[in-house]
């Protein structure tokens, strides 16, 4: 912004506030921004006061990279990413160098994190097959969860013979209500309008390392590459055009292929193909692309196959509900 109420490009009181700030709200959008730094700025100097149209995506970059500078000791960035769905540029302050459930242990119990990675699990392995890659979760299956499977509780038998305490990774389905309803709120997980939970934007953004190393194996970790070696198991994706991490969006038709591409960036690739609406991997015409996200549990076949048609749509309705949950279930 220039002119009065012009940010100071050297860290001071304001980007504290803004830090304090997105601290609190765990993520923030360009349009949320301009107001809270307009009143941050005229607080500051309140005889010149700043207007949230005087703030510019520029200005907001700069006051970004500031705050960056100052935050890359401690191990901490900003960064940002597009939602999925609302195709809105989100900004998140995420550490870099621990993971996400490390961060986590120091509101969670052990049992209660390991809860949280079963869910993961059942997202990235369980709900995410050549069939169907939803990458999400029901509550109902996500409680389901609460009790450790049969293997991990005989593994818990064996290692408590050695420990002078029992351990004991099963929750009441209770408590493991409350952690998915605290997850949300803390910005972790997302929760559609049909019942399902995904991780949110900022997650992908701090869990990427961690997604990539924990279920994909060594030959597909590379994010740049199309292919994928015969035998490897690469759960995590990336799309064509922008390469961040997809978990809604379209995949090739061709069902062997790795190709992934998300929803708003569908033209970009096409453009940078010269206009051939084709697989940049496989060259498959872009055709009646199989979905990736939630709407996958419909055109999952069986009965969600008979049910394709407006399936885009996220706001289905409460009787929808219950039909897609039977539909991943049977996944």
């Known amino acids: 912004m220039s002119g009065p109420g012009e940010i100071d490009g050297h860290y001071n009181n304001t980007h504290r506030a803004f830090l304090q700030a997105l601290l609190a709200r765990q993520t923030i959008t360009l349009a949320d921004a301009k107001p809270l730094l307009a009143s941050i700025q005229t607080a500051h100097t309140p005889d010149r006061p700043t207007l949230p149209e005087d703030v510019s995506q520029e200005d907001f970059d700069n006051y970004v990279h500031t705050l960056n500078d100052s935050l890359s000791p401690f191990d901490m960035e900003i960064r940002s990413t597009l939602h999925q769905q609302t195709k809105d540029r989100i900004y998140a302050l995420v550490n870099t160098t621990s993971d996400a459930l490390t961060q986590m242990s120091t509101s969670f119990k052990a049992e209660e994190i390991a809860f949280v990675k079963r869910v993961l699990d059942a997202m990235f392995e369980t709900y995410n097959t050549p069939r169907a890659e939803i990458m999400a979760i029901t509550g109902m299956q996500a ?162 196959s008979r049910r394709t048609t407006g399936g885009s749509s996220i706001g289905g309705g409460g009787r929808d509900d219950s039909a897609l949950t039977n539909e991943a279930e049977d996944i």
């Open 143 to 304: 409680l389901k969860l609460a009790k450790a499977p049969a293997d991990e509780r005989r593994r818990e038998a064996q290692s408590t013979q050695q420990a002078t305490q029992p351990a004991n990774t099963s929750i009441r389905m209770a408590d493991a209500e409350n952690i998915l309803n605290l997850l949300v709120d803390e910005g972790w997980f997302e929760l559609s309008q049909r019942g399902f939970y995904s991780l949110s934007p900022r997650a992908l953004m701090e869990l990427r390392g961690w997604l990539i190393e924990t279920y994909n194996d060594q030959a597909g970790q590379e994010e740049d590459s199309d292919e994928e070696e015969e035998g490897t198991r690469v759960k995590i994706k990336f799309c064509a055009a922008c390469r961040d991490i997809v978990t809604v969006g379209q995949r090739c038709p061709n069902r062997q292929c790795s190709a992934r591409v998300h929803n708003h960036c569908v033209r970009t690739l096409f453009r940078a193909q010269g206009g051939r609406e084709e697989c940049p991997a496989c060259k498959t015409a872009w055709q009646d692309p199989l979905p990736v996200g939630e709407n996958a549990a419909r055109q999952s076949g069986g009965a969600g």
